[in-house]
C-alpha cells in the first residue's frame, strides 16, 4: 500500500504500480456483490421480500423458457454474482473514466441509473409492476433500493482505492 492508500500490485517489470484495471475491477465487484448478496439475504430474517431474479425471470421469458435454467438459490446467486461482476468491469472501462466527482458519487450515479432500468423496465416487464410494487411492501422496495445503491456505492470506493488513482487509458 502505497502513502494515499492505494493498493499497489506487482508489474510484469518488478516494480509496484497501481492495481490493474480488469483486478481492481474484478476485487471491488466481488467484495460489493458479497456484501450485496448478505445484506439481501438479511432481509429473509426479518423476513422482509425484496426484488430479486428479475433480470432472470425477464431472460427467461425472453427465450421462451429455452434456457434450462434449474430452479433454487444456488443458480440464482450464481447469475447475481456474475451480473455484479459484469457491472463491475462496465463501470471500470466505460463509466469511471468519463464521469466526475467523488468516487461515492459516481457510485451512486450508476446505482441511480441501474434501479431505474430495473424498476421502470426489468420488473415491470416481468409483471411485477414499477419497482416490484406490485408483490413488495414499501420496505421490501426500500431495502432492495439500499442493497442495491450500497453495491454500486462499494465498488466505486474500493476500485478507486484499487485503482489509487484515476487513471482512463491504460491497463
Known amino acids: 500500500m502505497c502513502h494515499n492508500g492505494a ?23 466481488a467484495v460489493a456483490i458479497a456484501l450485496n448478496i448478505v445484506v439481501l439475504a438479511a432481509a429473509d ?7 430479486r431474479g428479475g433480470l432472470l425471470r425477464l431472460l427467461m421469458m425472453l427465450t421462451g423458457d429455452a434456457l434450462p435454467i434449474p430452479p433454487g438459490n444456488a443458480i440464482q446467486t450464481a447469475f447475481h454474482a456474475v451480473i455484479g461482476l459484469a457491472m463491475a468491469l462496465f463501470y471500470a472501462w466505460v463509466l ?8 461515492w458519487l459516481r457510485g451512486l450515479i450508476y ?45 466505486a470506493v474500493l476500485y478507486e482505492r484499487f ?6 487509458d491504460d491497463i
Open 7 to 29: 493498493v499497489l500490485a506487482p508489474r510484469a517489470d518488478g516494480a509496484a504500480g497501481p492495481m490493474p484495471r480488469t483486478l481492481a475491477a474484478l476485487l471491488a465487484g
Open 45 to 51: 430474517l426479518v423476513p422482509l421480500a425484496t426484488a
Open 96 to 103: 469511471e473514466p468519463t464521469l466526475r466527482g467523488p468516487s
Open 111 to 155: 446505482a441511480v441509473t441501474v434501479w431505474l432500468a430495473n424498476a421502470a423496465v426489468v420488473l415491470p416487464a416481468t409483471g411485477e409492476g414499477f419497482a416490484g410494487s406490485r408483490y413488495l411492501t414499501l420496505a421490501g422496495m426500500i431495502w432492495f433500493a439500499v442493497a442495491h445503491t450500497l453495491f454500486f456505492i462499494v465498488l
Open 163 to 168: 485503482r489509487g488513482r484515476r487513471i482512463s
